[in-house]
């Protein structure tokens, strides 16, 4: 049996959690999450924990089995406390501010960049430089925080773009003088 898949799933405090047919929601203060189980997996949930079983033993069922197990965990885990991604602007005149639902981003193009915040997220700017994308949605939050780092990746030489907060980036060593000849 799977390692990930057997080992149950607590209910925190104040969450709510049920079946919608092959659908798992989870219902907290951070927001309603939901998760389509998928077919030849099981969904049991008890009075303090969920429990996920396989009703087969190929490996496709059993790879299937702890996928189930990390999505329904995060879940809950979304529904309880949320996910953030904290992202790093460095560069002289870069600075980004939310205006609506809206991220405005002076990023050294010739033209501002505006990034539509998507439902369900929350992006907050901390002096100009330091943002933070907050949601119910693991994947979601995710996805939005390396669209942002995509619109100015970091570049090795000076270190200007935009990078995750625990991101290292390895510094090159630019092109040496040639010595006067």
């Known amino acids: 049996m799977s390692r990930v898949g057997r080992s149950p799933i607590p209910i925190p405090q104040g969450i709510k959690v049920k079946m919608e047919g092959r659908v798992f929601v989870a219902e907290g203060p951070k927001g309603k999450v939901s998760q389509e189980i998928l077919p030849r997996i099981e969904v049991e949930i008890g009075d303090t924990e969920v429990l996920i079983k396989r009703l087969g033993e190929s490996r496709d069922d059993r790879a299937k089995h702890g996928l189930m197990r990390a999505l329904v965990a ?8 949320g996910f953030s991604k904290v992202l790093e602007i460095n560069g002289v005149g870069y600075r980004a501010a939310v205006e609506g639902k809206t991220l405005n981003l002076a990023l050294g193009y010739s033209h501002p960049v505006v990034f539509p915040i998507p439902e ?10 330091t943002m933070t994308v ?8 995710g996805q939005v925080a390396a669209e942002i780092r995509a619109l100015r990746k970091p570049e ?6 935009i990078k995750y907060a625990d991101e290292v980036i390895r510094r090159k060593v630019g092109k040496a003088g040639v010595g006067s000849g």
């Not at 369900?120 to 002096?127: A, L, N, R, S, T």
């Open 74 to 81: 995060n879940a809950v885990a979304g529904a309880h406390e």
């Open 120 to 129: 369900g997220i929350e992006i907050e700017v901390d002096k100009n430089n």
């Open 134 to 141: 907050r949601g119910a949605r693991k994947q979601q939050v």
């Open 156 to 161: 090795p030489y000076k270190g200007k773009g």
